[in-house]
């Protein structure tokens, strides 16, 4: 019997009552297709329940009976609110799962959503926020950043969460005026932004989204969200705007930087298509084109730490506090970038030298 339970009651497809019409008039199928004049096909697929009720069924149905036409479509919008409302109240609850992952709190912090007390209130403000009919699109590797095939309960967490963090990211950036993207001007200030490593705060953020804003480039600092595991996104919002969004969770200056230039080596990449991402493991979340990933790597190594320079520091002189310091002057660059890129290629221990790193904590 096809039906569908809506509150406390049943609803029945109205193919179902002409059934039992059709046993009550003790006559068959296709006698009962002849006296409504419709074909036998027709009246066969209505009363399986495979098509709804019509004007032109529920006009005959009306007249054969002596009933209003009124009483036939009732029936019909009485079973589509039901199949409505139980579809509904399926998706809410599959979408309570992928709730349940995130941080809604991260959301009402950043004023983007409202303060509810009901999960489902919750749910709903989440779906608005992020321009999605289900929170489930959120857990499509695929929907906003390139993951790799994933098969751990872990992942599909960092999946949902990164996808949420990335959509936060464009949404904010839509607020950002730039000019058309350049890439000459964009190229022609690496000099200036890498100087900007020699800050010890964060004092260089409003410079820096205000000379990118003229290239094109809008630059989003965004809070860490738990489980998002990202470090940096790119994505084009159009061929004349990109989006540069950078995660500021207490992160070491050499790792920050980092970040930034990998993820302005995939702007001159201008692969429009495609959104760029840095993650905690890129093992498990990298873009699927692990080329263009190499490529953006090597050029944020090499812009902050020349290769050469580097080559020669690690092979002319002893790795000390004070050999360090005086590479690192020469070249222009933090010493915490050093020491960041010594731990990096094992060169020394991930717990030495720390003291030389900073950590930004960026508003």
């Not at 349940?100 to 779906?127: A, H, M, P, T, W």
């Given at each position: ?36 004049n ?63 992952v ?5 959301f ?101 989204q ?58 001159f ?17 990298g ?52 020491v960041?890129?010594?731990q ?20």
């Amino acid at each position: 019997m096809n039906s569908s339970e809506y509150k406390q009651s049943i609803a029945f497809h109205p193919g179902e009552y002409v059934r039992d019409l059709i046993e009550e008039m003790e006559v068959t199928q296709s006698e009962f297709a002849r006296r409504l004049n419709v074909s036998e096909k027709v009246l066969s697929e209505f009363v399986n329940c495979i098509t709804p009720m019509n004007k032109d069924i529920a006009e005959k149905l009306a007249t054969m009976t002596g009933t209003s036409v009124t009483v036939w479509l009732n029936l019909q919008l009485a079973y589509d609110a039901a199949v409505l409302k139980n579809r509904i109240d399926q998706e809410m609850k599959a979408d309570e799962a992928i709730f349940n992952v995130l941080d809604y709190s991260y959301f009402v912090k950043l004023g983007v959503v409202s303060k509810c007390q009901q999960k489902e209130e919750k749910i709903r403000e989440l779906r608005k926020y992020f321009t999605v009919s289900s929170l489930g699109i959120l857990a499509q590797k695929d929907f906003l950043v390139n993951f790799r095939a994933v098969t751990s309960k872990e992942s599909n967490k960092n999946i949902i969460c990164a996808n949420a963090w990335v959509q936060t990211a464009i949404n904010m950036t839509k607020n950002i005026k730039t000019k058309s993207y350049n890439p000459k001007k964009l190229r022609s200030l690496l000099p200036e932004l890498r100087k900007m490593t020699l800050f010890q705060n964060d004092n260089f953020v409003s410079k820096m989204q205000e000379v990118l804003a003229e290239c094109g480039v809008a630059v989003i600092f965004l809070p860490h969200l738990k489980n998002s595991d990202i470090h940096g996104a790119v994505k084009w919002i159009n061929n004349e705007k990109v989006m540069l969004a950078i995660n500021t969770h207490d992160v070491y200056a050499d790792i920050f930087w980092f970040s930034f230039f990998h993820e302005l080596r995939h702007i001159f990449q201008h692969k429009t298509s495609k959104t760029f991402i840095v993650s905690h493991d890129n093992n498990e979340m990298g873009n699927v084109d692990m080329k263009l990933e190499k490529e953006a790597d090597l050029f944020a190594a090499n812009l902050l730490i020349p290769q050469n320079n580097f080559n020669e520091f690690i092979g002319d002189s002893e790795i000390t506090r004070e050999n360090i310091l005086a590479f690192a002057d020469k070249i222009g660059i933090h010493p915490g970038i050093v020491v960041g890129r010594l731990q990096h290629d094992r060169f020394v221990d991930f717990s030495s030298l720390n003291d030389l790193r900073i950590k930004y904590k960026i508003q």
